[in-house]
């Protein structure tokens, strides 16, 4: 696949993300998909996005920089959020603003494998103000 | 640029990093050069380099995936390796392994922007072992 159709393809999974069609990733993800070196079933993987959505009302997924080389995606993802209990942490008591490097492989033009990096050491020090 | 260029610029700067040949940063950086948006001059980059290596002694970048595109590059790049107090971090026991997610913009075939996210959280949870 060129680069412009997975270029194309990455940016109308982040539009299911944010459209939160969770019961469409079938179409952007290979069942099971490797997500930080776990196997997950795309349901499995489904809810834990939805969970996301729960402890973050307001997620929405901006793609600042988007990378496309080959097979493979590198996203620079901005959220501007308000949490309301993220994996354990207090909620915010007004807007914050995080970041995700993640890196993606696909393969027959669905997504195979994420590495996954989200900045919860910036994410801490804005809960904490 | 083409892109294999800049790939090939790209693993120069970070064989420079693995020779510890700080002095020829500026080579590869413009000068200043942003980094996670603050503006520092390649000598106060050297700097900060140098200290990861007196708290990583045994410090060596492992490119494991890079994409080129344009004028970026983004790198998943592994760090097998002994802390011996990184960060205001306890020293480590045995070798630990982590990851930084980093994305660089090229211009005139020098780095002129980083963003770079490294997982500290990986890095706590092998040193509370």
């Given at each position: ?12 999974y982040?539009?299911?993300?944010n ?41 929405h997924?901006d ?12 996203c ?8 309301t209990?993220?994996?354990g ?7 914050i603003?995080?970041?995700?490097h ?12 994420i590495w ?6 910036g ?7």
């Amino acid at each position: 696949m060129h680069g412009s159709s997975i270029d194309a393809r990455y940016r109308a999974y982040l539009a299911c993300l944010n459209d939160r069609r969770f019961d469409d990733l079938g179409e952007h993800l290979l069942d099971p998909v490797v997500h930080n070196d776990r196997h997950l079933r795309v349901a499995e993987f489904a809810d834990l996005l939805r969970r996301d959505v729960d402890e973050i009302p307001d997620l929405h997924y901006d793609a600042e920089l988007v990378l496309v080389d080959g097979d493979h995606v590198a996203c620079r993802i901005r959220f501007d959020c308000t949490p309301t209990g993220f994996r354990g942490l207090p909620p915010a008591k007004e807007k914050i603003s995080f970041v995700e490097h993640v890196f993606y492989e696909y393969r027959a033009g669905r997504i195979a494998r994420i590495w996954s990096l989200i900045d919860m050491d910036g994410i801490r020090a804005q809960l904490a103000r």
